[in-house]
């Protein structure tokens, strides 16, 4: 099991949970963060941490977040040699479902 950064990450990414995750497995793209799920050993201060409810343990991810879990994994393995956010800072791209998706208006 490990935890998925979903939609309501997208254009907010306050990063938030970067600064709790104790194995730094979390990654920064443009958009959105991604968790590392071959790094991430499961300790959830990540899900408690995130004000947008993005992040969620594998087995809650609705059907309709589903794919962020392929994100992920895809993801990280296009982009993200060990290091983590803290280390590494913004990468700066994102998965191609990411990237595609409507900009969210500004509040
Ligand atoms: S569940 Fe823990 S180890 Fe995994 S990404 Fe979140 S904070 Fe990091
Ligand atoms: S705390 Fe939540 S919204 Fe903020 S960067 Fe992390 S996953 Fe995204």
Redesign the pocket.
């Known amino acids: 099991m490990t935890c998925v950064?979903?939609d309501?990450?997208v254009d907010?990414?306050?990063?938030?949970?970067?600064n709790e995750c104790p194995v730094d497995c979390?990654y920064?793209g443009d958009r959105?963060?991604y968790i590392n799920p071959d790094e991430c050993i499961d300790c959830g201060a990540?899900e408690a941490?995130?004000?947008?409810?993005?992040?969620l343990f594998d087995i809650d991810v609705p059907e309709g977040q589903k794919s962020f879990q392929a994100v992920a994994v895809e993801w990280v393995a296009e982009h993200a040699a060990a290091g983590g956010a803290t280390r590494r800072g913004v990468i700066g791209i994102d998965h191609s479902l990411v990237a595609g998706l409507p900009r969210k208006a500004e509040s």
Do not use: F, Q
């Open positions: 950064i979903t309501a990450c907010v990414k306050d990063r938030s949970c970067v979390i920064e959105a963060l990540c941490a995130c004000p947008s409810n993005a992040v």
